[in-house]
């Protein structure tokens, strides 16, 4: 889970374009957090994982993310 939750970068992605903007970015982790909740309902279904290995799999994940995306906007000057 915790693999399948680095779509979390996908914001990243967007911020390293050219043309940066906020709704891109938006959109980009709208779509992350909804993979990343289909992909999770969908490890307890089919009995691969309990919701607490769901859930902190995503929030370690999180975590990760949050600590380099702000790690990258002081590096930007931001």
Request: charged fraction near 10%; glycine fraction near 4%.
């Amino acid at each position: 889970m915790t693999i399948a939750s680095m779509m979390f970068s996908l914001p990243m992605l967007t911020d390293v374009m050219k043309k940066r903007s906020s709704p891109k970015n938006m959109i980009a982790f709208a779509l992350a957090c909804v993979f990343v909740l289909i992909y999770g309902y969908n490890r307890i279904h089919m009995t691969n994982h309990f919701l607490s290995d769901v859930c902190f799999g995503i929030l370690i994940t999180y975590l990760i993310y949050a600590l380099i995306s702000t790690a990258f906007l002081r590096a930007q000057g931001e």
